[in-house]
Structures are given as C-alpha cells and as structure tokens.
C-alpha cells in the first residue's frame, strides 16, 4: 500500500454498495444507508457516443417513454453487469452523489455480488468499481450480507437458512460458522414476476402494458396465494388494446394476479425446497428450530411467507428492514472488517 493510498484513507469514507438489479443502495462507513435509488442510466446517443442524461430515480421515470435518441436501460440484469461502460457511469454518479467533498478521496468499496456469480461476471464488477475511483474492491456473497443485514447470528456453530429475493436472483443459503454450507442462486426475482404480470395481461386480457405498470400492481395487489375469497382487492390499471390497437383501462383483481404470479413463486419455493434437500441433517435440524428468514424486496411480495410455510412446513419471518438488508450487511462487514475478512474477497 503506497503513501497516497494511507493518505486518500484519512481522507475519505469507505463504502459498501448493493449493486442490484433494481435498485442500487449505498452504505457510509459510520453513517449507514444514505443512499437508495433505482438502477437505471437514461443516455442520449449522438454520432454514436454516448453522453449520460440522468441516473436513479430521474432516469426510471424515463423507462419506457423515451424518443428514439434517447435510451433509458438497466446496466444491472440478474445481479451482474450486463452493460459494462453504463455500469460504470452509474457507480461514479451514486460515488459523487455520497462523496460530495475533495475529489481527491479515494474510498475502499465493499459490493455484494450473488452467490452464484461466474468469475468473469465477479471481475467485470470488481474492475467498474476501481475504475469509478475506488482504492480497493472487495467482494462479498449476498446470502451472507443478507443474513448479516438481518441479525442472524451466523457466526455461531449453527444452521440459519436465508431466502434473499432480489430484482434479478433469488438466493437461498444455509450457512454456519460465518460461511456458506450451501446456497443456490436461481435467476427468479421481481424482474420475472413484473414480466409474468405484462405475459398474464397479454395472454388473458389482451391488453399490453408496461414496466412500470406491472411493477405498480405488484407491489399494490401482488399475492402469492389465492385469496380466500376467490377475488380479493382490485385496481384499474391502464394499457393498450391489442385487438384494436386503442388506449384502454380495465380492472384486476387480486385472484388474476395471483394466477399472473404462480410460476415464479413456484420457482422460488422449489429452490427453497432443493437447499432443504441438500443441507446437512444436523444443520437442518437447526433451521426446524430456527425457521427461514425472507430478504430483500422479493419479500415483501403480499403472503409470501405462507405460500412458503404451507410448501416447507417450517416458519418463515421476514427481516425487519428487507429491502435494506443486503446494504446494511455489506455495511456491516465493512465496519467489522477484521471480524468477517474471510467473507471478503479483495484478489479473485
């Protein structure tokens, strides 16, 4: 470590970045989360260079209502870079956002990277963050920022299973002793379940709608299991006609939703169900008596603990601050740094 390196950390406040597919959270050392915003670029494209026009919550309202010389994108797909330079530029926005002092500070970077990551996919997000200024990258497995984030005492010579439902992926592990006995990371999350909402309305109700209107019925009606009555809430939600080719408004119900939604919820309960089957007896028999922790905001998806109790039989909670939870981990290992080294991985 050079003299500049010891210099730009007296300066500086290290961070810990959720990287996700949704949405982007950023923690400060000593300072918690202080930032939280969607992960979307919108660029305008001018003879073929690219020049940023607005990043997070600005750029989102853009997603599917621009003209054609400007793009708005999500650099982040299944909680990896899909696109390298706009990753970048989004990482050295929210950088500048939180660091708004000397350009000349340098910050250590912890990011949290799913489980099931290739090492190419891993390089190309260690490599955005150097190139975004920071002095060090370090990487740290999701499930076990998740399972940090929500107070589970996985230093402990005992079984704790974590189910974290991001945008992209949903991870599930079993860990014990401060490292991962076994996880599996299956590319299912809220991204999936928005797209099966738009495939339910095309197919059923011929009527195309966007992102951002799936997502909207998600969060306000979204259910995993069938109401008991049959119906549940409802809302207007409004489209295009595909038959007429006409702007349109019709009603959904709960019940269609939770029709629209079946096959992601199955997906994530199968592999809730596959980590169960894999996981050692003794370390299973410790998850009977502690149950399963829901994180992230997959979690949040309305009697989605049920859907799982009935599946597992096992208690199913969801941590306190879900959405939070990956952020608050990372941030975590970065102020227990000494503590957790071994879940840090600064040279692969």
């Given at each position: 470590m050079g003299i500049f390196d010891v210099l730009g950390g007296l300066f500086t406040a290290d961070m810990a970045i959720d990287l996700g597919t949704a949405n982007t959270l950023v923690y400060v050392k000593g300072r918690g989360v202080i930032l939280s915003e969607p992960s979307v670029v919108a660029y305008h494209v001018k003879d073929g260079v690219k020049k940023v026009l607005a990043v997070g919550e600005d750029a989102k309202l853009m997603l599917g209502r621009t003209p054609g010389s400007i793009e708005a994108i999500r650099p982040m797909r299944e909680?990896?870079?899909?696109d390298f330079d706009t990753a970048e530029e989004m990482i050295k926005h929210f950088i500048r956002k939180v660091h708004k002092r000397s350009t000349f500070s340098k910050p250590k970077i912890i990011v949290c990277v799913p489980h099931g990551a290739t090492p190419v996919e891993k390089r190309a997000i260690r490599q955005s963050v150097l190139s975004a200024g920071a002095r060090r990258a370090g990487l740290i497995a999701e499930p076990i920022a998740a399972a940090?984030?929500?107070?589970?005492?996985i230093t402990d010579p005992t079984g704790n299973m974590v189910v974290d439902i991001g945008g992209g992926t949903t991870e599930v592990a079993v860990l014990s002793l401060g490292d991962i006995v076994y996880a599996r990371?299956?590319?299912?999350?809220?991204d999936r379940m928005d797209e099966a909402i738009v495939s339910y309305l095309r197919r059923q109700q011929n009527l195309l709608v966007g992102e951002s209107t799936a997502e909207r019925?998600?969060?306000?009606i979204g259910t995993a299991r069938m109401p008991d009555d049959g119906r549940g809430a409802s809302m207007h939600i409004r489209g295009r006609d595909l038959l007429n080719g006409v702007p349109k408004e019709i009603e959904i119900s709960q019940a269609q939703v939770a029709e629209a939604l079946a096959e992601p919820v199955q997906q994530i309960c199968e592999a809730v169900m596959t980590a169960l089957e894999a996981t050692p007896p003794d370390l299973a028999a410790d998850i009977v008596d502690r149950g399963v922790m829901l994180t992230g905001g997959g979690a949040l998806l309305g009697d989605l603990d049920l859907a799982l109790r009935e599946q597992t039989g096992l208690a199913v909670s969801i941590a306190d601050e879900s959405l939070n939870c990956v952020a608050l981990g990372t941030g975590k290992a970065l102020e227990y740094e000494k503590q957790l080294r071994h879940a840090i991985d600064y040279d692969s």
């Open positions: 909680g990896v870079i899909a940090i984030g929500a107070g589970m005492p990371s299956v590319r299912v999350g809220g019925i998600k969060t306000s």
